[in-house]
């Protein structure tokens, strides 16, 4: 299968929901851009898209860490894609890390300050924190 195949079978199978098939596709895809045939023909987009979407996946059965780790090698192949930022933020917020999760959300918002998810959660995570340092926590 050629690399556009595996990439839109890959967005085909998350679009409909099928994410274990959809998992495999990301990771087919990413194995043969980072290591296998397509070494270095792939773009750094499909790359970072491919990361992030795979992260979702992880995210949705509740595997944080390997979420994370996706979500931060969407960023190291695209500085400027602020979705992986607002989800590696959410993460960090669930598991109360609220500061990453902070830095996370106003890089996402730095770079689209239209990003209404983003912006709620940024508030949100202020207010949870301050929360959390009036309990002495």
Same mark, same amino acid.
């Given at each position: 299968m050629e690399?556009?195949?595996v990439l839109r079978e890959a967005e085909f199978q998350f679009q409909n929901q099928n994410f274990g098939p959809a998992e495999e596709f990301y990771s087919q895809f990413i194995h043969n851009c980072t290591e296998?045939?397509?070494r270095n023909k792939c773009c750094a987009k %499909?790359?970072?898209?491919? *990361?992030? $979407?795979?992260?979702q996946i992880k995210y949705l059965r509740v595997d944080f860490c390997e979420a994370m780790d996706d979500y931060t090698l969407a960023?190291?192949?695209k500085e %400027?894609?602020?979705?992986? *930022?607002? $989800?590696r933020g959410l993460i960090r917020y669930r598991l109360g890390f609220f500061d990453q999760a902070l830095e996370d959300f106003k890089k996402s918002l730095a770079l689209n300050p239209n990003f209404k998810d983003a912006r709620l959660s940024l508030e949100q995570t202020l207010i949870d924190k301050k929360e959390k340092e009036s309990r002495g926590y």
């Open positions: 690399r556009g195949a296998g045939r397509w %499909d790359l970072a898209n491919a *990361y992030n $979407n795979r992260g960023i190291q192949h %400027d894609f602020e979705v992986p *930022y607002y $989800n």
